[in-house]
């Protein structure tokens, strides 16, 4: 059988750029795992772990919860057997010592992350997109009661899992978010464009023109 070459890739971009909904279609139509830290975090607290308790009184806030708490379950998560092929990142990195302590791990094991994708979106539309989100409680696939409404109200198109409201997906948490992401995660473009590694993609186009566009650049680096 022949090895196929293993393809590490991280979607960059604000809370709600977009990053959860491309990351399931990517990772289903190139048979990647997908990897979101927050849905991690989410999970813990579900399960009532210490983790989990420490992560909610951050993501509450709408704050990062700590590098050292935040590496060392995702970095856990990648090197599982699973992820042999390769892996999508949502959501991590989102500080420049997240990134490089993923790159650290990633050289150690022979591996690197391949390519980039920064969704770029307005901040008006990223606050407007923000307020209207509900999610699956069961498979996480997101939904937008103003441009991509579930088939039938409350229920998952893909699951029929229930959706709810995320706590932080009020106005006033998603302005933190915002502010959070531009002074702490924002500056990550910049290390990956010197590492030759971003490539920038218009958010503002509809779900699938974006994931079209993702995918063409995804093939065409292969
Ligand atoms: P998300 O689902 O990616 O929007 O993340 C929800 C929340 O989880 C964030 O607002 C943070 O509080 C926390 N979180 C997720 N990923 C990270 C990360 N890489 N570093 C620190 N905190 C994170």
Redesign the pocket.
């Known amino acids: 059988m022949s090895k196929q070459k293993q393809l590490n890739l991280i979607l960059l971009g604000a809370?709600g750029a977009g990053k959860?909904t491309q990351a399931v279609t990517i990772s289903k139509k190139l048979g990647l795992v997908h990897i979101?830290?927050?849905?991690l975090?989410?999970k813990e607290q579900e399960s009532g772990s210490e983790l989990g308790k420490i992560?909610k009184s951050?993501?509450e806030k709408?704050?990062?919860?700590p590098?050292e708490i935040?590496v060392k379950m995702?970095l856990g998560r990648i090197s599982s057997p699973d992820c042999a092929k390769g892996v999508i990142l949502?959501?991590?990195?989102?500080?420049l010592e997240?990134a490089r302590a993923l790159d650290k791990a990633l050289t150690a094991e022979g591996k690197s992350i391949d390519e980039v994708l920064y969704i770029k979106v307005s901040n008006k539309e990223l606050l407007r997109r923000l307020s209207g989100r509900w999610i699956c409680r069961n498979c996480q696939a997101p939904y937008n009661i103003v441009e991509l409404p579930p088939k039938v109200s409350g229920k998952c198109d893909h699951c029929g899992g229930e959706l709810y409201q995320r706590a932080?997906d009020t106005e006033e948490t998603a302005r933190k978010?915002l502010d959070?992401y531009f002074t702490q995660t924002a500056p990550l473009i910049k290390y990956y464009t010197e590492a030759g590694k971003l490539v920038e993609i218009d958010g503002e186009k509809s779900v699938e023109e974006v994931g079209s566009d993702l995918i063409a650049v995804i093939r065409s680096k292969k």
């Open positions: 809370p959860g979101a830290s927050g849905d975090f989410r992560a951050y993501m709408g704050q990062l919860v590098d935040t995702v949502d959501g991590f990195p989102r500080t997240q932080d978010r959070v």
